[in-house]
């Protein structure tokens, strides 16, 4: 007899790869054994637990963040000009 399916929503056949280093590893280790969680359930639970709230930007933030943009991008291609040796300011 074999076993029976599991409920598609209920699989984990999705993986993440996490690279820590060797303090985190012991500092998320050390706080999953005293949850007497599993590595894997701690770092699970702990990423599922609150849905991020997405900040809404005004369009007055946004306007200057773009003027803000599109003035660097002004001052490098100025900035290449002058070093790209244009000897001439006036065409600039």
């Not at 029976?4 to 060797?22: A, D, E, H, S």
């Not at 709230?53 to 290449?80: C, H, P, Y």
């Amino acid at each position: 007899m074999a076993r029976p399916k599991k409920v598609l929503y209920l699989l984990k056949n999705k993986r993440i790869c996490l690279g820590l280093t060797v303090n985190e590893f012991l500092i998320v280790a050390e706080r999953a054994k005293k949850k007497d969680l599993k590595i894997v359930e701690y770092i699970r639970k702990k990423s599922t637990v609150r849905v991020m709230a997405i900040k809404e930007i005004s369009q007055e933030r946004n306007d200057l963040m773009e003027r803000l943009v599109n003035s660097g991008k002004r001052f490098n291609t100025l900035t290449k000009n002058a070093s790209s040796g244009i000897h001439r300011p006036q065409e600039l």
